[in-house]
């Protein structure tokens, strides 16, 4: 399912209904200054985490509401307020929404948030006329629970900002980590203002290409897939009443996913568009008209007339995986321990997973009275989640592989396979849960328990 748990929607504020900046928003923007910067950055820390995106501050909140006497800060290499200009949005499954409500962030992003109420799968080619439907699913995994919701990014970032701010959990801007030195019982964190920070861990949550991998001298399995993905918001005639679709096409799976309307009514959705590199540029670079015709001619007409409400942007796919997730003093989580094809939307739901796991087994050790940065304590975490991301990984390779082109034979193969499912309701009801992010070895937060 494209698009799912990723970052999907870059708009223009104006023209989609984003969401005002709060007038608290400035109390959680913080970049410490002054006497006040070098007390925050001299105190020893219990858990130091890279990167203020999603996985580094849910991953801030969780061990803070469960472990109020560690101290705990993030620092982020991007300006303060670049989080407020985010107009992307993103796909959360149920399990990361029930962690959100658990932590205090929820009922803050729901009255926002789309639910996705229904989900269908066709396979064609994009000239087709005619796309049987080969796939339905019911977006429930109970009564009244969706498996996933579109969000917007700066309502959730902002949401666990203001969380962190409550907490007493400090956030530093506008500064990178540019080293660090492991001695002993703890980390020296050096940061590119000369600062150091000292802790017992840190956490890596700095994104696909982290720095803090490639320091802890961390190797990746890494290729790419020759495809990028092209993202926009188009407004549509009628409404979409809650139905993502997901359309696989030769070069790649083409997804809706519905937008709440945005503040003048006008019906909305995020597309995820996967094409071969060199057309994605073309496309994106090009003739604005030939860009609207052929998205046209994928989006069909059934919600009548559409246009584009933002510009288009490109990135380019691939697999990276993390041969390790942690190493002396440090832990990886989210896309810096694994980066996967959007094709199955797993993406930012894995990086949710990661917080999960690696804040009960730190929380457990700490009530433990063990070294939480301790390696034996970071290997429960790795054994715990790097089997399931490097299943996911090569789950996602292979249905790339499998869906993205137009053999006859494997066509043939797929619809059967396609076909099959609809037809048992047993298996429809595994990938329901599998989407929803409730499959597996669960960890408590993400079935709503406190940890």
Request: charged fraction near 25%; glycine fraction near 10%; hydrophobic fraction near 45%.
């Amino acid at each position: 399912m494209a698009g799912f748990g990723q970052d999907v929607r870059p708009v223009k504020a104006a023209s989609c209904g984003a969401t005002k900046p709060r007038k608290d928003d400035a109390m959680v923007d913080r970049k410490p200054n002054g006497a006040k910067a070098d007390a925050n950055r001299e105190a020893p820390l219990d858990v130091l985490i890279a990167g203020a995106a999603y996985v580094g501050l849910t991953a801030a909140v969780s061990l803070k509401q469960a472990r109020p006497g560690l101290a705990i800060a993030v620092v982020d290499a991007a300006p303060a307020g670049v989080w407020q200009r985010d107009g992307r949005a993103s796909a959360i499954a149920a399990a990361a929404s029930r962690m959100l409500e658990q932590l205090g962030v929820w009922d803050e992003i729901a009255p926002e948030a789309q639910a996705i109420t229904e989900m269908i799968i066709t396979d064609s080619r994009a000239a087709d006329p005619v796309r049987p439907v080969f796939l339905t699913f019911d977006g429930e995994v109970a009564p009244g629970e969706p498996f996933a919701h579109m969000v917007a990014n700066s309502d959730l970032n902002g949401a666990l900002r203001r969380r962190a701010a409550k907490l007493g959990i400090d956030i530093i801007e506008g500064v990178a980590v540019s080293a660090f030195d492991v001695n002993g019982a703890g980390i020296t964190v050096h940061l590119a203002d000369g600062a150091a920070m000292k802790a017992r861990l840190l956490i890596a949550a700095d994104g696909v290409n982290s720095r803090l991998r490639d320091l802890a001298g961390i190797k990746t399995v890494k290729w790419e897939y020759g495809q990028s993905g092209i993202v926009c918001t188009v407004a549509h005639e009628r409404p979409h009443n809650g139905r993502a679709e997901e359309h696989f096409l030769p070069a790649g799976p083409f997804a809706t996913l519905p937008l709440k309307p945005d503040k003048d009514g006008t019906n909305r959705s995020s597309i995820v568009w996967v094409e071969r590199t060199q057309d994605a540029k073309a496309l994106v670079e090009g003739d604005e008209f030939v860009f609207e015709h052929d998205l046209e001619q994928r989006f069909g007409l059934k919600l009548g007339e559409i246009r584009v409400v933002d510009k288009p942007r490109t990135w380019p796919l691939g697999l990276t995986l993390a041969r390790a997730f942690v190493a002396p003093r440090i832990a990886l989580a989210g896309d810096a321990a694994h980066g996967i094809h959007p094709i199955a939307g797993q993406g930012l739901n894995l990086g949710f997973k990661d917080v999960a796991a690696l804040a009960e087994v730190i929380v457990e050790a700490d009530r433990l009275g063990q070294d939480i940065g301790a390696l034996d304590v970071l290997e429960r975490y790795q054994q715990w989640r790097r089997f399931d991301t490097l299943q996911m990984g090569v789950t996602t390779d292979v249905l790339n592989r499998l869906f993205s082109n137009d053999i006859g034979p494997l066509r043939a193969v797929r619809d059967l396979g396609l076909g099959l499912v609809e037809r048992m309701p047993r298996l429809k009801d595994f990938f329901i849960r599998q989407a929803s992010g409730l499959s597996g070895d669960t960890p408590r937060l993400l079935k709503g328990e406190a940890i």
